[in-house]
Nanobody
């Protein structure tokens, strides 16, 4: 079992940056693929980025490619999402998620979720 806790959200102006962090519990963190998802009001939760267990392979949603970077530190049981050039449409609650083994871009394939952190981008 892995437990997740996000932090780092907040209010930022368009064009600004934020770095989200996700702390994971458990001894086998390095065996889990990690993903970041987001959910805006009235919308479904959507894929943002994912990273393989060793941190070698990453994938991004087209909407954030080139602006967001996912990374992880397995020694610290942490995963990060660096968000640059933020836009108002990036406003959402951001969630980190864990899946044993290979990663996925589908919400229903991640059994472990954090509580989320709010990101608000003002225009």
């Amino acid at each position: 079992q892995v437990q997740l806790a996000e932090s780092g959200g907040g209010l930022v102006q368009a064009g600004g940056s934020l770095r989200l962090s996700c702390a994971a519990s458990g001894r086998t963190f390095s065996s889990y693929a990690m993903g970041w998802f987001r959910q805006a009001p009235g919308k479904e939760r959507e894929f943002v980025a994912r990273i393989s267990p060793p941190g070698v392979v990453t994938y991004y949603a087209n909407s954030v490619k080139g602006r967001f970077t996912i990374s992880r530190d397995n020694a610290k049981n942490m995963v990060y999402l660096q968000m640059n050039s933020l836009k108002p449409e990036d406003t959402a609650v951001y969630y980190c998620a864990a899946r044993y083994g290979s990663g996925s871009m589908y919400v229903n394939q991640y059994p472990h979720w954090g509580q989320g952190t709010q990101v608000t981008v003002s225009s």
